[in-house]
Each structure stands twice: as structure tokens, then as C-alpha cells.
């Protein structure tokens, strides 16, 4: 079986289509996905955005947002053009009158023209409306400070948030997507290899020099599935191996919103431990689409849904919170996949979930396996017509 | 050497049952070498799938060396060398020499004995100037070599060819057929189904011709002359089938 396993391993990795899937793939998704988020969660004050106003109105708009770095006004002659062309992300319509109308007693209208499209024009907005709202509250403290009215009439109580559960945007946003970027590179890192395996075979007509030699069918078929776990598994690693490199070297806020610390290296094997195991089930899988296959082409027919609904659990993950994880969560195949890397990004490392996990995994790797083994031992699969 | 009996195989084909072998018996010496001729569809391929364990026959047995082909495969596999189509089984992403060793690999053969066979094949063959390429950019009557090289590493007794020159061109026919010649001087026991009369003729002792999965004629190619009147195999050839047209409608 030794022989075979290493027989399949050297042609699978002479093949470029593996090296292409199981490195430069995962390379460029997680690269994507790194460069991607730590542009997203990083804190915006080192954006400056362009607003434009009216030139009548310059003056008083650059007077009431002066103290904002984030936001550059610009006088142009008709702001909604302006924003339309591109040359803008937001705008402000103000009355000219509008610190008299103030002054007596009236309430202006203020309009903020923008593209909630558009992420910096929904972060220009925010900006826009801070300052607004900061000059908003300096008018009333001054009207009632003119009425010798106690400002602290405006704030009857005081409302605080607590987190009680450590972590924050940064975590979570790598918590669900990196075991998505994970399961989609492994689907797709191995299902090349699987379709060449076992539907391969049987389209070069290999498969039968196979069977004609003493090798006993049970070796052969576990050595191919060894071939799929290893393949699997190695792109699994590959692709975190990325993903936390580029985050420790290439960025400031991921790297600063990841940190294990002692818990660094138990949280390597066990990420390890579960991405073997989830690598398990997939190469029973596609082993069973394999087997079905007359060729490479219908073997992968087969195998791109099956990938795709492995990402399927992710979407039923998203909103849940690290303190209402079940046991369910845990024992249902893929879907512990994205409950245990939550843990792990919140530093849990609990061992009687991650168990469970792995068991569960395993156990329906074994049933899709015996299935598999039960078609392969029909001639009517393995054979070419 | 072989000794086929009565033997039928059917395939189910959703609900229907399709029979590809009616009845089959037939007797293959030691030392023989003998032609399967028959159409495309005749059974040919299917015979000789369940001369090497691959198929089960539906009833009737297969002995090969003493060894039945159901209950000792094992020992049939071991005896067996097999070539299905021109230039198959062959790795293109490995090279000529890592073929060969994994399959004698497969075959148990030590280090060794490894080496010495494939020095000695890619000497017989002509083979030594790209043993250590990939398949892959190989022409087919190099891969034919590789194919058939592959199929007698482990010097087996008994050599099936399943058309094995379908697709080649006349040097790379030529190959195969001075490989036949060697190999019964070899003393093996040779079977090869072809659609090709002549090739037949020029390396079979015995025949046998299937139509519609029935043996319709097995003897000696001196008794057939003598029996048809006419030396010309491939009008013996086609009016056997018609009158087994006739016979078994």
C-alpha cells in the first residue's frame, strides 16, 4: 500500500494543476481576503473624504466642519452633479440663511446628498453627521446656558454597553471567513486530484493494469483516499500557514486584533488536527463522486457542488455568538469546522468541543468511505466500457 | 493452460439483461498461441476480461493453470499478463523506468529482480534512450513498447492482448508482432483478439471466432482452409459470421 501511496502522491504533485490549487490558489484568496479585511477594519481617521457644497455656502459649511480631518470641503456650482460625476463622495445642502434662521428660534433643513452604494460615501456621511450633530449639542448647551438652565437636563440617565465576551469586528470578521476562504480552498485544492484518481483511471484505462495485478482492491482504494486526505490536508495548511504570515508581517490592525499568545502553539495542532479531519470527509466524498465517474470531466461535475455545499454552514454560523455555541454546532460535520475556529479566534481552546468535532468528522468520513468501498468493489464502477 | 467452461456472462442494463458470452467453451494449450476474431461487440473483450478475473462469469468456470478465475484470482493475477488495447495503463506524468518499477512493485518483485527485468525489457525493446522520460511526450509506438513491456515484466506464463495494434501504425504493428513471435518462442501461452484477419493469420496456431457471444468456430487454421475450401481468412472470416447469422437468428 506504501508503494501505491507513494506512487499516487508523486503524480499527483507532478501534476500543475495540484501545485496551482494547493499553493498558488490559496496564495491568492487568502492574500485577498487578508489585504481585503485589514483595509476594511482599519480605523478610517486616515481617510480624508471630498464633500462638496455649494460656493455660496462654502464658508459657512468649511466654519461649522472645521474640526473634522476626515472630511475635505470643496465649493463646486451644483453638488449633486458633482457627486454624480465622481468628483465627490457626499454633499451638503445648507440654507444661506440658515445660523439666522437659528438665531430665531426657527429649524433649518440640512441635506446630505450622498451614495450609501458607496462605502466611503456611507463613511463621509457618518463624519458629516457627527459634526452636525456635535454643533447640534453646543447650540442647545449655549441656549441653555443663556436661560440658566442646568445642561445636565439633557441627559436624565447615562447608557453604558459592557462586553463581556473579549474580541472584537477584527475577530469576528476573521472568524467566519477564514474557515470559509479554508473549506473552499480544500474543496477546490482537491478535487482536481480526486476527479484524476479514481475517474482518471478509468478514462486512461490504467484502472484495469491496476486490478490485473495481485494488489488486493481494499489497498488500492485506501491508498487513493490517503493520496485525497494528504492532498486535502496540505492545502488546508498551506492556506492558514498564508493567512497568518501575511497577517503577522503585512498588517497593523488584523495583527493587533489576533493574538494567542501562550496559546499559540495548542491552537496550531488543533487547527491542524481539524482541518485532517474535515479533509477526511471531503476525500470520502469526492471519492464517492470519483468512483461514480466515467471521466475526469463528469467526476468534477460532481465534485463542484459538493464543495459549494460545504460552505453552506457558514451562512447558519454568522450570526452566532461565541457564547451560544451547542453541542450541535460540534457534532454536525462542516459546520464544527466554523464553530471550533471561532473558539480558536476567541483563544478557547475546549477540548471536549474540539473532540467532538474531530469524532464527528471522522465517523462520517468512515460511512462515506464504506460506501464508496462497497461501489468500488463493483466491477460495473471501476471499469471503463 | 486455460480451460474455459460453459461459459455465459450477462450484464443488466437497467431492467433488461443483455448477454454478451453464450455458452463458451474452449481449451488453450500450453505454448499456444491462439486468435480471438470477431466483430466489434462479439464478446471478445468480455472473454478475455473474464480470463483475467476482471469479470465474473455468469455460469460456467474458467481455469487458468489449474487456478479458477473466481475463487483463486490472486494465483490467476500472478500468472497473468495483460494488455488491453494498444499502449494503456501507462502513468504519463512518471516516467518509462517509474511505470515499470511501480508496477513491479505491484507484482511483489524485489529491488533486484526490478532492475533486472527492466534492463533486460528496454534492451529487447529498444527502449534505453527514454526510459528516464515522462510518458506523457511519448509517440504511441514508444508507449506501445512501454504498454506492452509493462504487461510481461513479471514474465508471466500466459500474455493476453486485447486488439492491441488498433490505432497504430504499421512500424509500431510490426513491433508488437515480432514481440508475439519472441514470446512463443518464449514458450507462453498467448491470447490476442483482433478484428484484423490478417494479423491473425500471420501469428495464431489456433483461432477461435465469436459472433453475438457464441463461439462459432475454434480449430487450427490448416483444418479451416481444409474445412472452407479457401486459404482467404477473411472470406472465411465473414461468411462464417453470416451463416451464423443464419443459424443462431
Request: hydrophobic share 45%; charged share 20%; net charge negative.
Amino acid at each position: 500500500m506504501l508503494n501505491i501511496l507513494k506512487k499516487e502522491l508523486k503524480d499527483s504533485f507532478r501534476d500543475q494543476r495540484t501545485l496551482l490549487l494547493t499553493v498558488l490558489l490559496p496564495l491568492v484568496l487568502m492574500s485577498g481576503l487578508v489585504f481585503f479585511n485589514e483595509n476594511l477594519l482599519s480605523p478610517y481617521e486616515e481617510d480624508v473624504y471630498e464633500v462638496a457644497v455649494q460656493d455660496a455656502q462654502y464658508p459657512l459649511v468649511q466654519k461649522l466642519l472645521a474640526d473634522n480631518e476626515n472630511l475635505h470641503i470643496s465649493a463646486v456650482d451644483n453638488v449633486k452633479e458633482t457627486i454624480e460625476e465622481g468628483n465627490a463622495v457626499a454633499g451638503i445642502v445648507i440654507p444661506a440663511d440658515f445660523e439666522e434662521k437659528m438665531a430665531a428660534g426657527a429649524t433649518p433643513s440640512v441635506q446630505i446628498l450622498n451614495d450609501l452604494n458607496s462605502q466611503n460615501s456611507t463613511l463621509a456621511t457618518s463624519a458629516i453627521e457627527a459634526s452636525f450633530m456635535q454643533y447640534s449639542q453646543r447650540i442647545v448647551t449655549e441656549q441653555l446656558a443663556a436661560q440658566s438652565i442646568d445642561t445636565a437636563i439633557l441627559t436624565p440617565f447615562t447608557l453604558e454597553q459592557v462586553q463581556i465576551v473579549e474580541g472584537d469586528l477584527t475577530i469576528i470578521m476573521l472568524a467566519f471567513l477564514i474557515p470559509l476562504m479554508l473549506t473552499l480552498s480544500v474543496g477546490l485544492g482537491l478535487s482536481t486530484s480526486a476527479a484524476d484518481l479514481i475517474a482518471g483511471e478509468k478514462e486512461r484505462r490504467t484502472m484495469e493494469a491496476l486490478l490485473m495485478t495481485p494488489v488486493n482492491h481494499r489497498s488500492l482504494l485506501v491508498a487513493k483516499w490517503l493520496t485525497m486526505v494528504i492532498i486535502a490536508s496540505m492545502t488546508g495548511i498551506i492556506t492558514l500557514t498564508i493567512v497568518f504570515v501575511e497577517i503577522h508581517f503585512f498588517t497593523e490592525t488584523l495583527k493587533a486584533g489576533i493574538s494567542f499568545g501562550s496559546n499559540a502553539l495548542p491552537i496550531a495542532l488543533v487547527s491542524v488536527s481539524v482541518i485532517i479531519s474535515y479533509s477526511a470527509i471531503l476525500a470520502s466524498a469526492l471519492m464517492v463522486t470519483s468512483i461514480f465517474a466515467k471521466t475526469i470531466k463528469e467526476a468534477q461535475t460532481y465534485s463542484t457542488p459538493i464543495t459549494m455545499l460545504t460552505l453552506l454552514p457558514s451562512m447558519l454560523m454568522y450570526n452566532v455568538g461565541i457564547n451560544e455555541l451547542t453541542f450541535t454546532h460540534f457534532a454536525v460535520p462542516v459546520m464544527n469546522i466554523f464553530a471550533v475556529f471561532k473558539e480558536l479566534f476567541f483563544g478557547i481552546v475546549n477540548i471536549e468541543h474540539i473532540l467532538t468535532a474531530i469524532t464527528s468528522n471522522l465517523l462520517v468520513a468512515l460511512i462515506i468511505f464504506i460506501i464508496g468501498r462497497v461501489l468500488f468493489f463493483r466491477v460495473k464502477w471501476v471499469l471503463a466500457k | 493452460m486455460i480451460t474455459i467452461h460453459e461459459v455465459t456472462k450477462q450484464f443488466k442494463d437497467k431492467k433488461k439483461y443483455i448477454t454478451a458470452l453464450k455458452h463458451v467453451s474452449l481449451n488453450i494449450h500450453e505454448g499456444e498461441v491462439i486468435g480471438l476474431l470477431g466483430e466489434n461487440g462479439a464478446g471478445k473483450t468480455t472473454l478475455l476480461r473474464s480470463i483475467a478475473t476482471l469479470l465474473e462469469p455468469s455460469s460456467g468456470t474458467i481455469e487458468v493453470a489449474g487456478f479458477n478465475t473466481v475463487q483463486e484470482a490472486e494465483d490467476v493475477k500472478k500468472r497473468l499478463g495483460v494488455l488491453f488495447g494498444s499502449e494503456t495503463g501507462l502513468y504519463d506524468r512518471l516516467t518509462a523506468r517509474e511505470n515499470l518499477e511501480y508496477f513491479a512493485s505491484l507484482y511483489k518483485l524485489g529491488k533486484h529482480e526490478t532492475k533486472v527485468r527492466i534492463d533486460k525489457l528496454a534492451k529487447m525493446f529498444g527502449m534505453r534512450d527514454y526510459l528516464d522520460r515522462r510518458v506523457g511526450g511519448f509517440s504511441k509506438g514508444m508507449r506501445q513498447k512501454v504498454a506492452i513491456a509493462r504487461t510481461i515484466l513479471h514474465d508471466p506464463d500466459i500474455i493476453l492482448f486485447d486488439e492491441p495494434t488498433t490505432g497504430l501504425d504499421i512500424t509500431s504493428s510490426n513491433v508488437f508482432r515480432q514481440l508475439v513471435h519472441q514470446l512463443k518462442r518464449e514458450g507462453k501461452t498467448i491470447i490476442f483478439s483482433s478484428h484484423i484477419v490478417e494479423e491473425v493469420k500471420m501469428l495464431c496456431d489456433r483461432v477461435a471466432m465469436i459472433h453475438q457471444g457464441e463461439l462459432v468456430y475454434e480449430g487450427t487454421l490448416e483444418k479451416l482452409y481444409e474445412e472452407e475450401g479457401s486459404t482467404d481468412l477473411n472470406y472465411i472470416f465473414m461468411s462464417k459470421l453470416a451463416r451464423g447469422e443464419n443459424e443462431y437468428a
